[in-house]
């Protein structure tokens, strides 16, 4: 055992390392402990093997010691306090009440009105908030009692606010994107402008898949009429906050006159302005304050963990050696890409999307470079017809777009759950049957982002 | 706030929780607070150079200095909740005796990692301090944000130690409640909670108690 311990190879300690990671992961260690343990552990034992333990276990302890404070103070970081800041503040802004009703005043007499003003206030409201499941929560409580006073159907307005809570994380403000960002080493605003399109384009096949079904079948929801031009246009004051966070990171971004992180801070101060407007007090921006410190932490330690085992996998090339065996698979690299993607549908039912984006990236995201053809391969050469730059990003956009997807997937989607925990009159089987249309879309969707890479790509290849 | 998850009483575990909560909880408002400034920096920043032409002096550095903050002070606040990010599913299959034995493990091994980032970090602080370190645009010593990351690893320890013990007690007494632990929840009621830590979920249960 000793004398395994000592000749391994680092490509060996790797694999083992990483598989005990996973068992940590398992086991319900705590996913940056379990990260940052298998790092240093992986760490002494490849010093360990080079220069005998005692010097080995020193040096792994200072490297290990250097990475918390080094990696949580990377700049482009800064900008995911202010997203989550955002996020905590937007209910006490009064948006969901606002947006609501501003959107069912806009499009209450399309066919099923209501529920497509469910889907573009929960759209509004998920993208600033940045919380899928939360927002599902309080739009079960805002929009669910107005469509069932309509004579809504029970499943069909559980389902579309369990499947517009997972609008939350491609329309900027995105806090789960950021991290991608840092992770995979690419720009940030750049994968922020990339996933505006495909955020509102899902919106919009949400809205339209409302529309088409209460065509197709009249007692799911009837339209909402009666709204004056006046009365629509006064409802617009109350939701311009949204428009104005969602539109300075735009311009921040895409215009080149801020960074990210000025951007998110002007977004903050315009909703906790309005949230002081609205009556907050200082109990509840206390509340607002711990519960953001809390996130903040929580995503923190999550990446420098991750970045120390990253640290260790460098050692062991164990990502290059993951990219060699999935681009030498014979297969179409489409097969495999949906092998991996269908990987994730199953880790998203049992685990956060930013632990799993974080826990699987290091390794997932050089093996998906490989398959396109590498890091410097250019679109026409690809398999993906993306250059690796475009691949990257993406990626990301299909791969968070499948975390959400995973809260409305049968049998544990979170969103579900809520919906139904919130609605005692509704069951949880319910919200599944109503979420099905959405979740087929939302197959749809990926599936069309997959074929057509120029949806993601063209925004910011304008910038 | 999410503390009602964990159950309190009149035992020497559960004060001594209740005291370390106290000062977990200044230390994540410190963080919050920090996360203000920081808005309030950058706001500051982008107008200053917009309208004025004038941005913050050393703006990059004082930015760095409140991420160490932010990003470690809450870190021992952050367990106490159960907030750190974990795969529970084979947890909540377990129940009594063998759930503590499972998470008393698990806590024991983020106790050993902690106090050996202690020690690893303690060195970079010191490494720092001894060369006198200092930010690249307006020369602020860079010890005290890296001092902040053992200090802070030293309050997760503690909070460790104490889970710890709640766990060992309940191992030896076979309760099925512990003091100061969080317990594992099924997905409705987290995300409720979470809901609830966005000011909505308590609002609108009046608001339709009272229509009914």
Redesign the interface.
């Known amino acids: 055992m000793i004398e395994f311990m000592s000749t391994a190879e680092p490509l060996q300690i790797g694999v083992i390392v990483s598989f005990v990671m996973l068992i940590?992961?398992?086991?319900?260690?705590?996913?940056?402990?379990?990260t940052?343990?298998a790092g240093?552990l992986g760490l002494v034992w490849i010093f360990s093997a080079k220069m005998g333990f005692e010097k080995g276990f020193i040096v792994a302890?200072?490297?290990?010691?250097?990475i918390?404070?080094s990696k949580?103070?990377t700049?482009s970081?800064?900008l995911i306090?202010?997203f989550?800041?955002i996020?905590?503040l937007?209910?006490?802004a009064g948006l969901?009440k606002a947006l609501f009703e501003a959107a069912k005043r806009w499009v209450g007499w399309l066919p099923g009105g209501l529920g497509v003003a469910t889907v573009f206030s929960t759209a509004g409201f998920a993208a600033v908030?940045g919380?899928s499941?939360?927002t599902?929560?309080?739009f079960a409580?805002?929009a669910i009692?107005e469509m069932l006073k309509m004579g809504y159907d029970k499943r069909f307005a559980a389902g579309v606010v369990a499947a517009g809570g997972t609008l939350a994380s491609l329309i900027p403000p995105s806090a789960i994107l950021v991290i991608y960002a840092i992770i995979v080493e690419q720009d940030v605003g750049t994968l922020l402008m990339a996933g505006f399109i495909p955020g509102i384009v899902s919106a919009f096949i949400y809205g339209g898949l409302v529309v088409f079904l209460a065509l197709m079948n009249k007692d799911l929801g009837p339209p909402v009429r009666g709204f004056t031009w006046k009365q629509r246009f006064e409802s617009i004051p109350g939701t311009l906050p949204i428009f104005f966070v969602i539109f300075i990171i735009m311009v921040?971004i895409y215009g080149g006159?801020?960074?990210p992180?000025?951007a998110?801070?002007?977004g903050?101060?315009v909703i906790?302005a309005m949230a002081f407007y609205k009556g907050m007090r200082w109990s509840?921006l206390?509340?607002?304050?711990?519960?953001?410190?809390?996130?903040?932490?929580?995503i923190?330690?999550?990446i420098?963990g991750v970045l120390l085992y990253v640290r260790f996998l460098g050692f062991a090339d164990l990502p290059n050696a993951f990219s060699a065996w999935i681009a030498g698979i014979d297969q179409s690299p489409y097969i495999t890409l949906l092998f991996i993607l269908l990987a994730y549908a199953v880790l998203g039912m049992?685990?956060?999307a930013?632990?799993m984006l974080l826990l699987t990236l290091p390794v997932v995201y050089p093996a998906i470079i490989a398959l396109n053809g590498g890091p410097l391969v250019t679109a026409a050469d690809s398999a993906f017809g993306v250059s690796s730059t475009g691949c990257a990003i993406w990626f990301g956009i299909i791969v968070v777009k499948m975390a959400e997807l995973c809260l409305i997937t049968p049998p544990?989607g979170?969103?579900c759950?809520?919906v139904?925990?919130?609605r005692k009159d509704i069951s949880v089987q319910d919200v599944f049957r109503g979420v099905t249309p959405f979740f087929a879309a939302d197959v749809l969707t990926i599936a069309v982002l997959i074929a057509v890479p120029s949806i993601v790509l063209w925004l910011p290849s304008m910038m | 706030m999410s503390s009602s998850i964990i159950r309190e009483d009149s035992t020497r575990l559960s004060k001594f929780d209740q005291q370390l909560f106290k000062l977990e909880s200044w230390f994540s408002l410190i963080g919050g607070i920090t996360i203000s400034m920081l808005v309030a920096l950058a706001i500051a920043n982008s107008l200053g150079r917009w309208l004025f032409n004038l941005p913050v002096t050393g703006y990059i550095d004082w930015v760095e200095q409140f991420m160490a903050v932010f990003a470690f002070i809450g870190i021992a606040y952050c367990q106490r909740l159960g907030g750190h990010i974990r795969m529970d599913i084979l947890l909540s299959l377990m129940k009594g005796r063998a759930l503590w034995v499972a998470e008393w493990a698990s806590t024991l091994f983020m106790l050993l990692i902690t106090a050996v980032l202690v020690y690893g970090s303690y060195f970079h602080f010191y490494r720092a301090f001894t060369n006198g370190d200092s930010s690249m645009d307006i020369g602020i010593p860079i010890w005290p944000a890296k001092l902040l990351v053992p200090v802070a690893l030293s309050f997760l320890m503690l909070r460790l130690l104490l889970q710890l013990w709640a766990y060992s007690r309940a191992i030896l007494l076979g309760s099925e409640q512990p003091v100061g632990v969080p317990f594992i929840e099924d997905a409705a009621t987290q995300a409720n909670r979470e809901a609830e830590s966005l000011g909505a979920a308590s609002e609108y249960d009046k608001e339709s108690q009272e229509q009914s």
Do not use: Q
Not at chain 1, 24 to 34: E, S, T
Not at chain 1, 61 to 66: D, E, P
Not at chain 1, 286 to 298: G, I, N, P, Q, R
């Open positions: 940590f992961v398992l086991i319900g260690v705590r996913v940056a402990f379990a940052a343990g240093f302890v200072k490297m290990a010691g250097t918390p404070h949580a103070t700049l970081l800064s306090p202010t989550i800041l996020g905590y937007a209910y006490h969901t908030s919380a499941v939360a599902s929560a309080v409580r805002v009692p921040c006159v801020g960074t992180t000025e998110g801070a002007l903050a101060g906790m509840t206390k509340d607002a304050l711990m519960e953001s410190s809390k996130l903040t932490v929580m923190f330690t999550m420098w049992f685990m956060d930013i632990g544990i979170l969103n759950f809520v139904a925990g919130v």
